[in-house]
């Protein structure tokens, strides 16, 4: 009995504590707790599937990103960067998309908390009021209100009664207060919550529009780029048409020289042969004018940009400036800047067999000239805008375009 007495005495200061508490920490913020939970994903299990999606693709952009700065600095086809730029722009395309769902996640998160928020207010205002009257009632009734009750009763019976009730009424009261409690925290963790749900929702709304400001530049690009593409395609157009045109001068050239020589052989009909100083033996074994990588080959060649050119010689690659040897001795009958071949020089090496050395950076020999085997006849250059330095070298014997490979010797 002295126990309960006790209780009783102590149990008003724990009711004034909890309202002091109660008023203190009273703030206005959401309890997402309140919201029941739909059935389906939730909005933030929806806000980090896209989360998780953002990062993803931003990782594909960053690859995609790294390898334009790569092609930016090499030589490359205009067809790959202009396909890097259109991946680019998709990706951002699916970024977009993504922060606009993450941003409606996170509205369904905002709405929930702030419905919860509405909920808890309502309660904590029916909590808090049934709690000040609770306070004010025990304060009323004096501190030995419950032990004058237990001692007024005129029976065992009603004595058990009486502190049945009692106890209940405890056990409401302390649940009150607990109740109450519990509502300061949720709300103070769901404030939390809310200031960081409008944090990422704003800062979803800042990279939304930095991406489709970055979609805007992209496409701008990509109009750059087919631009850039279709005036590369039109300029090649044109240097095919007019390397076509240059081949068949250069074969109108030679057929020249060879209708040329020929008449001086029929006016001179006793005069000895001149013979080619190319051999039959010298097939395949000839050394090469210039040692370096073949950049074309011999006939037809489709380009990246699904252009089509017909080569009549070979192309070598080489450092600008390196000497380029006459295959065979023989006289010079061309030696001077011929179209698209650039500074062209033509060995005649008798009865029709003609070299061709094109895309030359200068002249080391003149028309008229002799040379013997091996002699340097100019330097490596470039004509070509879309090829590096390198020699442009055909072989026609009896004036005929055939490929230089099969007289030059193989490299091992």
């Not at 309890?31 to 693709?57: F, G, H, N």
């Not at 690859?63 to 998709?90: F, V």
């Not at 029916?126 to 007024?152: D, H």
């Not at 070509?384 to 055939?402: I, N, S, T, Y």
Request: charged share 30%.
């Amino acid at each position: 009995m002295a126990d309960a007495f006790r209780r009783c005495r102590r149990w008003p200061a724990r009711l004034a504590r909890a309202v002091a508490v109660s008023a203190i920490c009273l703030l206005p913020s959401a309890i997402s707790a309140q919201q029941p939970q739909p059935a389906t994903q939730t909005p933030a299990e929806r806000a980090k599937v896209q989360r998780d999606e953002l990062d993803r693709v931003r990782a594909e952009r960053e690859r995609l990103e790294a390898r334009m700065r790569e092609l930016q600095g090499t030589a490359h086809d205009l067809s790959e960067e202009r396909t890097n730029i259109e991946r680019q722009a998709d990706a951002t395309s699916r970024l977009v998309r993504s922060l606009d769902s993450q941003i409606g996640a996170l509205a369904g998160e905002v709405d929930n908390a702030t419905s919860g928020l509405v909920i808890a207010q309502d309660e904590l205002v029916i909590k808090r009021s049934m709690l000040q009257r609770r306070v004010r009632e025990i304060y009323k009734r004096g501190a030995l209100y419950s032990l004058e009750a237990l001692l007024s009763a005129q029976s065992f019976g009603a004595l058990v009664a009486r502190y049945k009730y009692l106890h209940l009424v405890a056990q409401r009261d302390r649940a009150l207060v607990r109740r109450v409690e519990l509502l300061n925290d949720q709300i103070s963790g769901t404030r939390t919550q809310l200031v960081r749900l409008r944090g990422e929702m704003e800062l979803s709304r800042e990279q939304k529009s930095e991406e489709e400001r970055r979609l805007r530049e992209l496409e701008s690009a990509r109009g750059k780029s087919l631009a850039k593409v279709q005036q590369s395609a039109r300029q090649t157009e044109v240097r095919l048409q007019q390397i076509q045109r240059d081949e068949k001068r250069l074969g109108d050239l030679i057929a020249v020289f060879e209708a040329e020589r020929r008449r001086a052989v029929a006016a001179r009909p006793n005069a000895p042969a001149a013979l080619s100083t190319l051999r039959t033996s010298d097939f395949g074994r000839l050394d090469w004018p210039v040692e370096g990588q073949i950049l074309y080959r011999f006939g037809r060649v489709v380009n990246a940009n699904n252009t089509t050119t017909r080569w009549n010689g070979i192309g070598i690659g080489a450092a600008a400036g390196t000497a380029v040897k006459s295959v065979a001795a023989g006289s010079v009958v061309l030696a001077e800047a011929f179209g698209t071949y650039g500074q062209t020089v033509i060995v005649s090496h008798g009865d029709g067999d003609f070299s061709v050395y094109g895309s030359l950076a200068r002249l080391d020999v003149r028309k008229g000239q002799t040379i013997q085997k091996g002699q340097v006849v100019g330097a490596v250059g470039r004509t070509d805008p879309d090829l590096d330095a390198h020699l442009h070298f055909e072989m026609r014997p009896k004036g005929r375009a055939v490929d230089p490979l099969e007289w030059l010797r193989n490299r091992k």
